[in-house]
């Protein structure tokens, strides 16, 4: 079944959230996605995905995700946020966040935790399409089911060993500096 699936970033997020819907667009365009504003203008422009925009953040987009959220339209949240700018709308980032806890919705604050949720549901999908398979009469044996999750991890693997650009983009400054610990 689809998810309803709420895809926000901070100006400063922005190159972020478009680098992570395009490495899962895919997914992503599985299910029904909303977005604030300016988010949602790239992730169509720039990924290609169908999102419904909201407003802008600062203009009520956050609360209105969180209206929906509330109510049960909303069932996972990415939600980039720039902790190191300070944002006018503060209330209404932290009114969301709180929305998630209240209702039990996954919420993914950085890009490493939303990567783990996608991934999470992309592995959670080997059971679903098992049970759609045999519903449909197609016999698949099980211990070729569950060995695909582990296939695509080694083809993902075998192609991120290729440091494409967007990785190296991304990657920490630090990650390949000695530490000057002791």
């Known amino acids: 079944s689809t998810m309803n699936i709420a895809l926000i970033a901070h100006n400063g997020k922005k190159d972020q959230i478009v680098a992570l819907a395009t490495e899962f667009a895919p997914l992503l365009k599985q299910h029904t996605l909303m977005a604030t504003g300016t988010t949602g203008g790239r992730l169509q422009n720039e990924v290609g995905l169908d999102v419904e925009r909201l407003l802008s953040g600062p203009l ?6 969180g209206a929906r959220l509330s109510t049960g339209l909303v069932d996972l949240v990415v939600f980039l946020r720039d902790p ?11 009114a969301l966040v709180r929305a998630c806890d209240v209702h039990d ?5 950085n890009v490493a935790t939303a990567r783990v949720l996608l991934g999470a549901y992309l592995f959670g999908g080997v059971p679903m399409l098992q049970f759609h398979l045999q519903g449909a009469g197609v016999s698949v044996p099980s211990p070729f089911l569950t060995m695909m999750p582990y296939v695509a991890t080694v083809v993902v693997l075998a192609l991120l060993s290729r440091n494409p650009p967007w990785i190296l983009a991304n990657m920490p400054s630090s990650i390949c500096k000695p ?4």
């Open 60 to 65: 009520g987009g956050d609360l209105q995700i």
């Open 84 to 94: 190191m700018t300070s944002q006018p709308h503060e209330p209404d980032i932290n």
């Open 105 to 109: 919705v996954p919420c993914a604050t």
């Open 179 to 182: 530490s000057s610990h002791g």
